[in-house]
């Protein structure tokens, strides 16, 4: 229960679960999505599936994010940039690190 609403369980129940699939189910539920896969950004079909689907998303850098601790630090340095996101229309891709919160280009080469 948050805010005196009950969210219902992620529908993603395994983590073999390959992201051009699950990206679509959780954007459709209008969730931001924040993630440690910095690979997902030069992967065509993880792309893809975030602009066709207009989802939301937030990569921690890899660099910061190597231990629980860091990906922590990121979070919480930048917990106002992360919740502001939560109410812009997607698609969208950001890094976010320690110091900065960067865009990434949806563009397909």
Do not use: H
Request: hydrophobic content about 40%; some cysteine.
């Amino acid at each position: 229960m948050i805010y005196k609403r009950r969210r219902p369980a992620c529908p993603i129940t395994s983590p073999e679960v390959l992201d051009p699939d699950w990206i679509p189910e959780v954007a459709s539920r209008g969730w931001l999505i924040v993630t440690r896969d910095s690979k997902i950004i030069t992967n065509v079909n993880e792309v893809t599936a975030v602009r066709e689907n207009n989802a939301r998303m937030v990569a921690l850098n890899q660099a910061d994010a190597r231990s629980k601790w860091g990906q922590l630090e990121i979070f919480m340095t930048r917990w106002r940039d992360i919740e502001a996101l939560t109410t812009r229309p997607g698609p969208f891709i950001i890094r976010a690190s320690r110091t900065a919160m960067t865009p990434i280009s949806l563009d397909i080469p």
